[in-house]
């Protein structure tokens, strides 16, 4: 039996961040440093704390971070107003608006305001669709981060069965055309999905997207499965119940460590793409 593979999470994150030192110290050369704009919206606390951690991951490596904190009654004409300044600031290589953002904003309005080139988080629809078709400036960040997992442990898609559980426009759509793209052969399971043991049974690889705590069991893996956690939920637990999950499979993300340190890295790679290519 081949050995068991904790997908460390912290290690690939350092090794994309590392790729970055020269990048941004030959940009500094050139006058360039580069800067993502985050916007917050409202005081939800776990997104202030999402924003905390992106702005404090890019100033530790010398990426200049914008907070904006807008109060939670601003309007969807002010937040695309705020948008379309940070699009016609020079200085600004990547705008990140956190959410969700209040309820009564359009948020894909907002999300669709963010020009194209400096949408390091991709959530514009231009963003999505280029990325579905393969050539895609930046991917949404946690979909680039499973496939930079991937990689970095030589896991290959090629001609595997992978399960994709969910479907947001963030996460579930775009992982699934990347991993399409990386010619694997993509389910895509959602809350209709009648038959998901069934599907997750026939898995090679596993992403799970559901935003349910330890929602799949370790019972419904075919042994040997590769299984990539996206899920972060309360009490720091994935969408995969890690005991039984890790049982069955030849490979593994944790959670935390697994994902979601490499999402940061990858909003940091994007940020400094879009500096480069000003
Ligand atoms: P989301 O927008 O709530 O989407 C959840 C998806 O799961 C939906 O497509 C939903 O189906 C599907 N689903 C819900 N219940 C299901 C069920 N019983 N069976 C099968 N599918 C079901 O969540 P998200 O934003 O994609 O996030 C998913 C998870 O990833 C969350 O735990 C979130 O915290 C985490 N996340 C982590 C990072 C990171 O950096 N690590 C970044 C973003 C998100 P429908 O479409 O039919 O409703």
Same mark, same amino acid.
């Given at each position: 039996?081949? $050995?068991? !593979?904790?997908?460390?999470? &912290?290690?690939?994150? +350092? %090794?994309? #961040? ?58 969807? $004409?002010? !937040?695309?107003?705020?948008? &379309?300044?940070?699009? +016609? %600031?020079? #200085? ?187």
């Amino acid at each position: 039996m081949e $050995e068991k !593979l904790i997908l460390d999470g &912290q290690k690939v994150a +350092n %090794d994309v #961040k590392e790729g970055l030192k020269p990048r941004i110290a030959a940009l500094k050369e050139k006058g360039i440093i580069p800067s993502l704009a985050t916007i917050l919206v409202g005081d939800d606390p776990s997104s202030a704390t999402y924003v905390k951690m992106k702005g404090n991951a890019c100033e530790r490596l010398g990426i200049l971070s914008q907070r904006i904190q807008l109060p939670k009654e601003t309007t969807t $004409e002010e !937040l695309l107003h705020t948008i &379309q300044e940070l699009n +016609n %600031d020079p #200085k600004v290589h990547g705008i990140l608006l956190q959410h969700p953002v209040p309820s009564h904003i359009d948020e894909r309005a907002a999300f669709e305001a963010i020009a194209l080139e400096k949408d390091v988080d991709g959530v514009t629809s231009w963003g999505y669709g280029q990325t579905a078709l393969g050539f895609g400036l930046y991917p949404s960040c946690t979909p680039a981060a499973i496939i930079r997992i991937m990689d970095y442990y030589h896991i290959s898609a090629e001609g595997k069965h992978a399960v994709v559980i969910g479907r947001s426009p963030i996460l579930g759509k775009p992982v699934s055309a990347l991993l399409l793209n990386r010619n694997a052969t993509v389910t895509t399971c959602h809350s209709r999905t009648t038959n998901l043991e069934e599907m997750i049974k026939q898995a090679d690889i596993i992403v799970a997207a559901v935003g349910k705590p330890e929602f799949i069991k370790g019972e419904w893996l075919k042994d040997g499965a590769v299984v990539l956690d996206a899920g972060y939920n309360p009490g720091n637990v994935g969408d995969v119940e890690y005991a039984s999950c890790y049982e069955k499979s030849s490979a593994i993300t944790p959670v935390p460590g697994g994902v979601g340190p490499v999402t940061i890295s990858m909003l940091l790679k994007h940020t400094v793409d879009a500096a480069e290519r000003v």
